[in-house]
């Protein structure tokens, strides 16, 4: 499994990942499931991937070739978002169809954040059909793999109004919630903020098992729910 | 879907249930998913069910027919839990099979707290195959149903030692934070704490979906997580 999270803040989008693949639990590996494609001052997008990794990684290549042999559409001349969507969402079921045979379909979601000079930022799921929805201003997050351990908190604390610095620390917890819980979701963490409006290179930043801030935010947080709990009013029996 | 949870402290043990039953989002209806057998100073147990509604009213039914025609092997004869986890899981197995006709099975599982005189008390759950597993000292909780959006506060929050009113509010975090994300789990909420030692009838209460503590409750963790949130040492970016 994986849990990949997408944010859409008025300024900033968050995009966060785990880095965990596993082909039953005895066959874990580590690899990054985020991809960045950017020219500053033109467009910066940020792609998170959950499902099959052969799928993903047969992704990524096509997307690769086509900038490295500049297809006449790729990653550096899609015009908007919903252009960089449908062309991911093509290669991804393209490869999905290499790959089955006629057996089982191997799927992937992504996750695709960025924004395109003269057209507006956006934030978006790739479902493995090819398809693709906006966040919304309701709820301004996206989140694909194992989501449900993670998602009570971001429903509590994140709108589009948040401070970019509590929808980060919420964006940090739910993550750890879902590392707690779920053994097929683990570190590195991989977190990439982007500014919107900048067009420039966002700020990323990756946190290893024994990282301290990420140690330190964990027990904070067992420690801020007991207390969090105990200032509930009690429940009085009749 | 469901939720139900049980939790088996040092002196205490408490019962949660969600009432919503869905045979499809129109198809919305509620039910009791709790039930009670006990003789005061002899023996107290709570039956809590997630699966299939027609599977679980067969094995409720079941269950008090046996008691009413005071079958050798009943609820109120059994001498300990595990035996009372094995009669369950009997029954439930039947029913599982004369409902099916070589079809689709239709699964529930169980959890069943209780204590009978000259027995530890104790907490389990009856797998839909008959089979069972009590709680762990480490981990003094079980969840059915629809377990992942409330698992993190009380795997931050419960242990054996967690004092009564607190264990009773994570429940209370925890049933909230499934109802607010899952449609398929809702209101009147049960809430049964049993004394273990005491083989006296416990406390029950039912909070229905206008119920003024529970909405009072939701609006104070709502705030309370923004506070924590903002305890949280802000990420540093270098």
Known sequence: MTYCLGIKLNQHMILMSDSRTSAGVDNISTYSKMWRYGVPGDRQMVLCSAGNLATTQAV????????????????????????????????SVECQKLNTGGGPVFETTFILAGEIVGSPA???MIYSQGNFIASSSQVPFLQIGETKYGKPILDRV????TPLDRAVLAALVSMDATIKSNLTVGPPIELYVLDIA?????RYVAFDSDDEYMQKLRKSWNILMEQAIDKLEPLHWN
Request: charged share 25%; proline share 5%; hydrophobic share 40%.
């Open 60 to 91: 990524i290549t096509a997307i690769e070739k086509d900038i490295r042999e500049a297809a006449p559409v790729n990653m550096l001349t899609v015009k908007n978002m919903p252009d960089a969507c449908k062309y991911i969402g093509n290669i």
């Open 122 to 124: 956006g934030l978006y």
């Open 158 to 161: 994140i709108q589009e109004k």
């Open 198 to 202: 900048s067009l420039q290179e966002g």
